[in-house]
């Protein structure tokens, strides 16, 4: 039985379109409240990041309940580094009672990157033990202490995997740890080199994942060919081939075409054997989501 609408869409083999919210850096309420609203039927959920980028930014906890009241449907992401396994346990329960269904697990960007990099990270759990946990309180009633739960978690667990990061057959044997921890869906790291990510989803269906986990494959809207120079020299794990900086550095409109590579990778990512859907990251770029989904020809 499916207890959110992305559950729903993925089980029911519909393409799935997820998309990326980064919650404000202040107590801005009203503004998270006016883009929920004109980002309203662009995707099936919309991810709050937890403190991206090692930033300090409104709970991801907090955005997505102001999401799910303006009719949006949420997927919190709940990092390792900021928590310990009692605080991963509360913040789930008061999430679930507040109606938050989608929960993605993940490690979070290291401190150091952040603008608080002296901050002590936790790390008390990994991000497939995070999922075990979720998984146990939902499944089996019960908290990692063993104490039940008389109403334990609806919840529609989630995880990343990064197809880009060496070693590369790697990749594939974390994806599946995952899935046997309890990930039900994953969504990946951008992709820009094709070819690489179809040599990953290779791996996946020799490992028969594809019919165990829901893969939605992460799509950016780049905006210039230096921002392509920034993914590939400082975010880790990023693979950006010369033929992208290239196409963008040439392009007379650097952002319509930014938007045309995106829609052309959702386009081949679709008839990739495999691939669930798309998870779109357009950071500080939330404005385009309509466009890219209408072009693409993905909108829910």
């Keep these: 039985m499916s207890v959110s ?31 929920a609203r004109r980002l309203k039927g662009c995707a099936h959920a919309f991810n709050l990041t937890d403190n991206q980028g090692a930033n300090v930014r409104m709970s991801s906890l907090a955005a997505s309940v102001l999401c799910l009241q303006e009719g949006l449907e949420p997927v919190m992401q709940m990092t390792c580094r900021d928590r310990n396994r009692l605080a991963m346990q509360s913040d789930v329960i008061g999430a679930c009672a507040l109606g938050v269904r989608n929960v993605l697990c993940i490690s979070g960007d290291h401190q150091v990157l952040g603008n608080q990099p002296q901050a002590r990270n936790v790390y008390d759990l990994d991000s497939i033990q995070q999922l075990m946990v979720l998984r146990r309180m939902r499944d089996e009633a019960v908290n ?140 500080a770029w939330e404005e385009v989501l309509p466009r890219l989904v209408q072009e693409a020809g993905v909108r829910p």
């Design 5 to 35: 609408r992305l559950q729903a869409v993925l089980d029911d083999g519909r393409f799935g379109v997820t998309a990326e919210i980064g919650p404000p850096r202040s107590c801005d309420e009203e503004g998270l409240r006016t883009l």
């Design 144 to 283: 990692w202490a063993g104490e039940e739960l008389s109403h334990p978690p609806q919840l529609y667990l989630g995880a990343a995997a990064n197809p880009f990061a060496d070693p590369f057959e790697f990749r594939a044997l974390r994806l599946a740890k995952k899935v046997s921890a309890g990930a039900q869906f994953v969504q990946t790291q951008c992709v820009l080199d094709l070819e690489r990510f179809d040599r990953f989803m290779r791996l996946v269906r020799e490992r028969g994942l594809q019919d165990r986990v829901h893969v939605l494959a992460g799509v950016i809207p780049l905006r210039s060919h230096k921002a392509a120079l920034f993914m590939r020299d400082r975010i880790a794990g990023m693979r950006v081939p010369h033929s992208v900086i290239d196409r963008l550095r040439q392009a007379s409109d650097p952002r319509e075409e930014g938007i045309r590579l995106c829609v052309e990778t959702i386009e081949a990512l679709r008839g990739m054997e495999g691939v669930h859907g798309v998870h779109i990251t357009a950071i």
